[in-house]
Structure formats: structure tokens, C-alpha cells
């Protein structure tokens, strides 16, 4: 009976370079990760988010800065890459937005099975991409 079973690999004291190659997180491990990598992002942008926002809702003069932004840069920074920061941002927060209501759904059930929790993380993974491509799209100009 033992020798029919899959034989796991055991991961006690792990060496960097010959084991974390072969280490294999699950979907709910990369969500939770990603959860944590988000929410560190929004935090360091939060001043770049002020700053959009005030200079959107300030003036029609300020608003034509903001889009000067999206459309010749800030400064000596191209406005391609205000674009990917801002494409970030929007990752970010479609990302956290989503896996913190996946933890929200599980705590409040009490009954998450192992395939569940992967379900969710799949679904989370699938559906913050998928929205992220969608609006990356509307913001460089796509449609």
C-alpha cells in the first residue's frame, strides 16, 4: 500500500537554489502572496493616487494636466510609463479588491474544503487578469 502512494518531496531545510526551482505554491498560496504584494503596491502609490485625484477634480485647468500626463508625461517620466504605474495601480486594486472578498467569503462559511479554497484562488487569479487586460486596454487607447 505505501509504495502505491505518490512519494511527496519533504521540504525541511530548503536550499535556495536546488529546491525552490522544484517547490510547486498552490493557487491559494500565489492569491494570498499576491494579496500581500498589492496591498504593499497601493500603499506606496497612495501618493501618486492623491495626487491624480486632486489634480482631476481641482480646476478644468488641472484636469487638462491630468491628461497632459497620460499623454506627454510628467516631468522628465514618459507617459507610457505613467502608464504602466497607473496599469499597476489598477492590477493592484482589482487584485486585492478581489482575493480580500475571496477571505472575507471564507471566513464567514467556516466550510472551505481544499478544492474550494483552489477554485476561488483560480477564479481570483482568472478574473483580476482578465479585468486588468480590459481596462489596460481602454487605458492606452485600444477601444
Do not use: C
Not at 504584494?37 to 495626487?51: A, D, E, H, K, T
Not at 494636466?65 to 517620466?77: L, P
Not at 475571496?102 to 481544499?114: A, E, F, G, L, N
Amino acid at each position: 500500500m505505501a509504495d502505491t502512494l505518490k512519494q511527496r518531496p519533504e521540504f525541511r531545510n530548503i536550499n535556495a537554489l536546488s529546491d525552490l526551482p522544484h517547490y510547486r505554491l498552490p493557487p491559494a498560496g500565489i492569491v494570498s502572496i499576491l494579496h500581500r504584494i498589492s496591498g504593499l503596491l497601493m500603499f506606496f502609490l497612495l501618493p501618486l493616487v492623491i495626487w491624480l485625484f486632486d489634480t482631476s477634480v481641482s480646476s478644468e485647468v488641472s484636469f487638462e494636466s491630468f491628461r497632459a500626463a497620460f499623454v506627454s508625461g510628467i516631468g522628465f517620466v514618459p507617459a507610457v510609463l505613467v502608464k504602466l504605474v497607473t496599469l499597476a495601480l489598477i492590477w493592484a486594486y482589482l487584485h486585492h479588491l478581489m482575493a480580500g472578498v475571496r477571505h472575507v467569503r471564507m471566513d464567514i462559511s467556516h466550510t472551505v474544503s481544499k478544492e474550494q479554497g483552489r477554485q476561488s484562488a483560480l477564479v481570483v487569479l482568472a478574473a483580476s487578469v482578465t479585468l486588468t487586460v480590459l481596462l489596460g486596454a481602454k487605458l492606452f487607447g485600444l477601444y
